[in-house]
């Protein structure tokens, strides 16, 4: 049987009771499956997707205005790795699963998450979320990086094939510190091809 707003608001309730009266969060009057627990400066989001993929996930961020005009959100995932604990799963997980059975120890478990390590999080501890930003534009940076490093590598194995070695080199030289062990041999045989002078 699927769970009902109302069950989930009190599953939510119980588990995360103690961590609202610790640092003010106000737990919506409604049941939802989707709910916000709202602080004078920070926010925590519980959300269950009872029909489709039975993820539970969380987010939480200071308020809008605190000190972004707008709400910036992260994921536990991202603070776990902001605080040091890189080897828990949950550092690589942007959700955890549960069946209808398992939501509410799965409640209980992020909640416990919460308490041991989001504490700071919690209080809207600026030094935290200055470094939860840094973070957050360091792996978009990242990503951003990584999906060009493969644009170019595909074409630079493209020029390659047709043995365009001007073009392997443009292509790949910015990139010298992140290539593979291929790709960097490929980039001194294309240099190695190219006309002295």
Known sequence: MAI????FRRLVEEAFGPLCR???LRMPAEGSLALRLDGAEMFLTVAYDASRSRELVSSFGLQAGVVHAVQRPFQLSELLRAVGQYDLPEAQMQEIVASHDEVAAALHHLAGLYTAYGQDALRGDRALFSRLDAQRDLDCWRYEHDRDLDR???AAYVAWAHRQYDAVA???SPFKERL??????MLDLAKAQLPKG
């Open 152 to 154: 170019v590598s595909r």
């Open 170 to 172: 443009s292509l790949l």
């Open 22 to 24: 610790a640092y003010g």
């Open 180 to 185: 593979t062990t291929d790709e960097r041999r």
């Open 4 to 7: 009902q707003h109302v069950e």
